[in-house]
């Protein structure tokens, strides 16, 4: 078993930076994924960003050179600069390893 505590989220206006945090505690295996995914109602939960243990790093189109993902050992950190209001959601943070644990999400909203 795997938790995931997020920290982080809340208000900003537009251009603004935020800093998220997921810290991953429990039977943690040596290879695995990390990631941020955002949900808005109404809509399905979309990829932001993921890092492997290796270091490897993938990004949405919709966040590409504003959002930087990072890892220190089990903490997974999303740096969120120049944020829009379309960035509004509730980011959640997820583990890959022998399953999928997601963190109870955290509410990021951008005002305009």
């Known amino acids: 078993q795997v938790q995931l505590v997020e920290s982080g989220g809340g208000l900003v206006e537009a251009g603004g930076s935020l800093r998220l945090s997921c810290a991953a505690s429990?039977?943690?295996?040596?290879?695995?994924?990390m990631g941020w995914y955002r949900q808005t109602p109404g809509n399905q939960r979309e990829l932001v960003a993921v890092?492997?243990?290796?270091?490897t790093t993938t990004y949405s189109d919709s966040v590409k050179g504003r959002f930087t993902i990072s890892r220190a050992e089990n903490t997974l950190y999303l740096q969120m600069n120049s944020l829009k209001p379309e960035d509004t959601a509730v980011y959640y943070c997820?583990?890959?390893?022998?399953?999928?644990?997601w963190g109870q999400g955290t509410q990021v909203t951008v005002s305009s």
């Open positions: 997820r583990f890959i390893g022998d399953g999928v644990y």
């Open positions: 429990g039977s943690i295996p040596s290879t695995n994924a």
């Open positions: 890092i492997s243990s290796g270091g």
